[in-house]
Every structure is written in C-alpha cells, then in structure tokens.
C-alpha cells in the first residue's frame, strides 16, 4: 500500500486561474480532509469529506471546493487564484468507522504567479 | 475559538540534554490533543495522543488542562529527534483539526 498518495508534486498557475488536486486515500480509508500550509505555518484545515458530501469546513471561501468520488478518492479545486493562495495542499486520511488516526499525503506544491 | 499556540519556532538543544516543545492551546470543549512529526523529506505523521498517554520514541505529553497546555518532552535529547513537531487539537465533533505552527527541534551532536 502506498499509502496517500496526492497528484501532481508541484504545480505553478497564474492569477486568476483554476486549479484541481488530486487525493487517492490510503487503501481501506473512506474519509478524506484537506489541508493549506502555508511557508512556516501549521496545516490549516479546509474541509473534510465523507460518502461523497462535505462533513466539516473551515474557514475558507468558497473559490475553495471539494469532491469525493465513489472510490473515495478527493479533488481539491480552487478558482480565481490569488497569490496567497500558494501554499502546501495536504491531504489526510482515516477510516470513520475505525482509529482516529489521520494518514497524511506527501502534499501538492502550488505556487500562484 | 479554537486556537493552537507554539511559542518557540526553533529549539536547539545538544544531544542527551532534556527537551521540552511548549504547547498551548485554547477551547471551549473538551480538547484532544495530538504532537504530530515530520523528519526531513518525509510525511507528516502521529507521534502521539493525550488519551493513550504512551510514551513513543521515549517522547511523553501531559494534558494540562488548568493551564491550557500539552507539552512534548524527551529526557534524553537524540539526534534523529531533529523535526518539525506540530501540536494538533481536534475539537470534539471529531472532524476539525487545528494545528499550531510548529517548533523546528535541532539536536546537535
């Protein structure tokens, strides 16, 4: 098992823009969270997902959206990109029904020009 | 609001000397806390949690909750304890994760 794995690495867009990440959760895991971190700052929570709806959300505006697939798998998207909205895309995640353990993914890189 | 505080950005200490990263946290319910690590190039992991009150890498954590606090310490001080170590609160509706901004710990030889 891989693990979580999180396509692509890095990514470089341009204001304005739109943009979509991509979550494949640890094998056996059905609840997937997503997370900004920022340069020298902790992982900010954004939403959270389960049997495809969105559970929790934190505060973040809504150019920040999500979606859950059947496979359980995750998109993040972004639209009308700003410049601080470069940052570290982590995503997390846990089985709902078992440990409270969150796995974490290796992130994705998005830098905003 | 639910808030995670770690003061100190960087701690250096030399190896074999104790180690404390300091955490305090602010919520109005009843907290669970986490000290979550990453090593250089790797994913952010669990190192541990208040409830289970083990030790794991001879790292402990104490729930303070007249204080507000969850310090992570280590008696003995190794080198592969160089990380970032971040404090998390997960609010009690077991969905909301909230992490503090990390202390950077450099263990020197």
């Known amino acids: 098992d891989a693990g979580v794995t999180q396509s692509p690495t890095h990514l470089i867009k341009t204001r304005g823009q739109q943009v979509t990440l991509r979550c494949s959760p640890k094998s056996g895991h059905d609840t997937v969270s997503w997370y900004q971190q920022a340069l020298g700052q902790g992982p900010q929570f954004i939403f959270q997902y389960y049997e495809e709806e969105e559970r929790q959300r934190g505060n973040f505006p809504d150019r920040f959206s999500g979606h859950q697939f059947p496979n359980y798998s995750s998109e993040l998207n972004v639209n009308a990109l700003l410049l601080g909205d470069s940052a570290l895309y982590l995503c997390?995640?846990?089985?709902?029904?078992?440990?409270?353990?969150?796995?974490f993914g290796p992130g994705t890189r998005l830098t905003v020009t | 609001a639910q808030r995670v505080t770690q003061p100190e950005k960087l701690l250096s200490v030399f190896k074999g000397a104790p180690v404390e990263l300091k955490c305090n946290y602010s919520?109005?319910?009843?907290?669970?806390l986490f000290w979550y690590v990453q090593y250089s190039r790797q994913r952010l992991q669990l190192l541990l949690r208040h409830i289970s009150r083990e030790s794991i890498k001879g790292f402990t954590a104490d729930l303070n909750k007249g204080e507000t606090s969850f310090h992570l310490k280590k008696p003995f001080a190794q080198e592969e304890d160089s990380a970032m170590y971040y404090c998390a609160l997960r609010a009690d509706n077991f969905n909301k994760f909230y992490f503090g901004s990390g202390t950077k710990l450099n263990v020197k030889p």
């Open positions: 997390a995640s846990r089985d709902q029904r078992g440990s409270y353990e969150q796995y």
């Open positions: 919520y109005s319910g009843s907290p669970e």
